[in-house]
């Protein structure tokens, strides 16, 4: 990944933990960060005019993840495990 900007326009933020969430456009303005994923997976089913079943969320394979991954199939949305490549996973909304 490459980002650019002009001198302190970046955020410097090392040895920071940023929780990230990645909608494609059919899903634009469903998402609502002060709302659980379950929720959020409401909502983004219902602004796509689908079932959560039918939604698929690709996380992070990481023990911090569990509970995420866990409300996520409770809620029951697919997981998709992976092992890095969180940004090209978001990246990947776009074109869906």
Do not use: W
């Amino acid at each position: 990944m490459v980002a650019l900007s002009n001198r302190g326009g970046l955020l410097n933020a090392p040895d920071t933990y940023m929780e990230k969430i990645a909608v494609g456009p059919l899903a634009r303005g469903a998402i609502d960060l002060s709302k659980s994923p379950t929720e959020n997976l409401q909502r983004i089913a219902a602004k796509m005019g689908r079932t959560v079943s039918e939604l698929t969320v690709v996380i992070l394979d990481r023990e911090r993840h569990t509970q995420l991954i866990s409300e996520v199939r409770a809620a029951g949305a697919r997981v998709r495990l992976i092992e890095d490549g969180d940004v090209a996973a978001a990246v990947a909304t776009c074109f869906m």
